[in-house]
């Protein structure tokens, strides 16, 4: 998994149950928690409805030892939660999760105070349907595609690259 994490490596996993979607979304975080950065950890979740994207971040969020769950949330744009203090080895305070299913023009999330969220190296930021905002993402996003295969198979593709 460290490997991955150098600059134009590509991680394909094909998970056979919502926990193992949740277990791969646990230990990135545990990963990425490793490693420092100096603005946001902005990661793009894209690909089909039902892919397992609110998946994959209730187990990204338990493994920054949230709590609290993390729904689909159809008509919030965006949730902020504390990452407690304890289990934070690197300088993380905040995870942020947004949905831009619904959003057309990427001012919306913009309005939302989203160019300061993403230069604060305390946020982990994550964004489902990251594609409705590409403009505005930083060059640095990791972009994670969600595929559906069959009923309880997801093919989930991470990319350390930078985006053109
Ligand atoms: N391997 C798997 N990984 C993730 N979810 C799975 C898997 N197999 C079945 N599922 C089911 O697929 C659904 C995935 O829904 P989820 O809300 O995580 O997708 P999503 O990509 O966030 O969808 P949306 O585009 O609507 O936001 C859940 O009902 C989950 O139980
Ligand atoms: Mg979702």
Redesign the pocket.
């Known amino acids: 998994m460290v490997k991955f994490f150098k600059k134009n490596k590509r991680l394909e996993v094909l998970?056979?149950?919502?926990t193992?979607?949740k277990k791969l979304g646990k230990i990135l975080a545990g990963e990425f928690l490793k490693t420092s950065r100096k603005k946001a950890l902005v990661l793009g979740l894209i690909?089909?409805?039902?892919?397992?994207?609110?998946?994959f971040l209730q187990g990204f969020a338990r493994g920054l030892g949230i709590k609290e769950k993390i729904l689909?949330p159809s008509f919030v744009i965006m949730k902020k939660f504390r990452v407690p203090v304890a289990n934070i080895p690197c300088q993380i305070s905040n995870f942020y999760h947004f949905?831009c299913?619904r959003i057309e023009k990427p001012k919306e999330i913009l309005n939302l105070g989203f160019k300061e969220i993403i230069s604060d190296p305390r946020n982990i930021v994550t964004i489902?349907w990251a594609d409705h905002i590409t403009k505005i993402l930083p060059k640095d996003t990791k972009i994670l595609k969600?595929k559906f295969v069959d009923?309880?198979?997801?093919k989930i593709t991470i990319e350390n690259k930078e985006l053109d």
């Open positions: 998970t056979k149950s919502p193992q979607t690909g089909d409805l039902g892919g397992g994207k609110t998946t689909s949905d299913y489902e969600f009923r309880k198979t997801r």
